[in-house]
């Protein structure tokens, strides 16, 4: 991964200026470049990570010193996730939080034996997948500690059992994507999980974050793939699950599912794997509005048959999605459906959900429009990289809300962070889909395009904090799957309750007395006294 954008940054085209020309009339404002500064002329403070504390972290990776560095490079790629305000810090070459050093353990015990380590020196630690947060998950924050590593699991990328009877696999926290899709397929199976950070993030990654991928309707989200853990915390090893379903007691997975490494680190996970899909068939639908292709979503999530991913994007996103790929846009909106299994049942649930959306009021596209969609899937952060060069804002946010709250909160957010940008700066555009759906409701995923003006983080930071304040009021969730990290973490408190927040702190402090497990993220702080 680049360390100032995301993934290679040869990929990264740049702007054609016409583009660049309209994008400027469209949003009525000046764009000024934003270029990276020079490797070599970012500033990253001095490591500070004591020569004890250090020895010690030899010591827990079987006395390896080349898997503790502290060089230039490595602290630089380490130095923060993938959101706007990390991006923006990383491209002006200042403010960089870098950490002391970055820890790459090969095994369980040793990740065990550096918490340890980190908890007896005081020593912040930061685990550390694929980096690619979008919500200041992976920052090093130190918090009140003088030194903080990173954590790194990618030594830690085996398939370390099969069990075909069962349909279960068991995967290290540090494999990436392709690679365990690799490893799986050799056997004829499959996770299914095909989220946009595909090609980068980590099993582990997904865990510790509640993710889900486009595919979710069908192989469903990731935390709901896992049947057992384990974790290394400061106190030692806990282990959960052992069973497709268990009546003893509350679910301690669910402690460690979204934890995002605050109370230690996910090392391994049992996951359900599927069989590699015989047939696939894709299928795409217009719709006059956002509100009628809804509806239609709706009933697909509560059919039998419903579909392996639905997706459904409003006029706006429609309309852009369509001219980025020199398309004519469908009228109205434009829904994808696709089907993953044997080729019987993939013709039966496709005919099925043909009936269903046409009844809806849809119109059948055919197979084309979701062949572009897939073509630009894990395109469009580097298409992020592009206009953040060329002086644009372009980034995400999502929520998700029962079937009741759902169109009047894409609304509310739409409304809130398009007048939080619309000043003497230049307008916004601002675009949604639905890509998760659930019987009862469904994810609503935003994308916000603004000129970056004079103070591009102030502006962000503007949006965000409309959209954070419109989505706590109108019954969604701060975040259906980017997590919370430190960008969530003001509306947290609001979400799961005061008291909510104090369970929280009490696993904290079971499991990570001295609170050195990524500071700053996830877990509400104390409210001050009166």
Not at 341 to 363: F, M, N, S, Y
């Amino acid at each position: 991964m680049s360390w100032y954008a995301w993934g290679d940054p040869d990929r990264a085209a740049p702007l054609d200026p016409n583009v660049r020309a309209l994008i400027a009339q469209t949003l009525g404002a000046e764009l000024r470049d934003l270029p990276p500064a020079p490797e070599d002329t970012v500033r990253l403070p001095d490591p500070a990570l004591p020569g004890p504390a250090r020895a010690d972290l030899v010591a827990a990776v079987g006395g390896d010193a080349g898997r503790v560095r502290d060089d230039r490079a490595a602290r630089l790629h380490h130095g923060a996730g993938k959101s706007t305000p990390d991006l923006l810090r990383m491209r002006a070459g200042r403010d960089v939080r870098a950490p002391d050093a970055v820890v790459l353990p090969a095994a369980h015990e040793e990740v065990e034996a550096v918490l340890a380590a980190c908890s007896r020196h005081r020593v912040a630690v930061v685990p550390f997948g694929g980096g690619t947060s979008v919500v200041g998950g992976v920052d090093p924050l130190r918090g009140p500690f003088s030194a903080v590593v990173a954590l790194d699991l990618r030594e830690m990328d085996r398939l370390v059992r099969l069990d075909p009877e069962s349909g279960t696999a068991v995967l290290q926290a540090g494999l990436r994507t392709p690679e365990a899709e690799e490893l799986l397929g050799a056997h004829g199976y499959t996770l299914g999980h095909l989220p946009q950070s595909y090609e980068y993030a980590t099993i582990g990654g997904y865990a510790a974050t509640r993710s889900s991928g486009q595919a979710s309707s069908g192989y469903g989200r990731f935390d709901a793939m896992v049947l057992a853990l384990k974790a290394a915390t400061p106190r030692g090893t806990l282990e959960a699950g052992r069973a497709p379903a268990s009546a003893a007691g509350p679910d301690l997975r669910q402690l460690l599912l979204g934890s995002e490494g605050a109370f230690g680190v996910i090392t391994e996970v049992t996951v359900r794997v599927r069989p590699l899909p015989a047939a696939h068939l894709d299928e795409a639908w217009a719709f006059p509005s956002f509100t009628e292709g809804a509806a239609a979503l709706r009933a697909l999530a509560r059919s039998p048959l419903r579909p392996t991913t639905a997706r459904l994007s409003d006029e706006t996103e429609t309309f852009v999605n369509a001219a980025l790929s020199g398309k004519e846009a469908a009228p109205g909106c434009l829904a994808v459906v696709g089907f993953d299994g044997a080729e019987d049942d993939v013709e039966a649930r496709r005919a099925a959900c043909a009936r269903a959306l046409a009844e809806a009021g849809g119109t059948p596209l055919g197979p084309e429009p979701v062949a572009d969609w897939r073509g630009s899937r894990f395109h469009a952060p580097y298409l992020r990289d592009t206009l953040l060069s060329a002086g644009v804002l372009a980034e995400t946010l999502e929520t998700a809300a029962t079937w009741a709250d759902l169109l009047p909160l894409y609304r509310s957010v739409s409304g809130a962070v398009s007048q939080a940008l619309k000043g003497p700066e230049g307008d916004a555009v601002v675009l949604c889909h639905i890509s998760h759906t659930y019987p009862e409701g469904a994810s609503l995923y935003f994308t916000v395009v603004t000129a970056a003006g004079d103070d591009p983080l102030t502006r962000w930071e503007r949006a965000k904090r409309a959209a954070g304040d419109a989505i706590a009021d109108g019954g969604g969730t701060i975040s259906h799957h980017h997590a919370v990290g430190t960008d969530h973490l003001p509306w947290m408190e609001k979400e799961i309750g005061p008291l909510g927040a104090e369970v929280l702190r009490a696993v904290k402090d079971r499991l990570d007395p001295e609170g050195v497990m990524n500071p700053g993220k996830l877990i509400p702080p104390p409210s001050p006294r009166a």
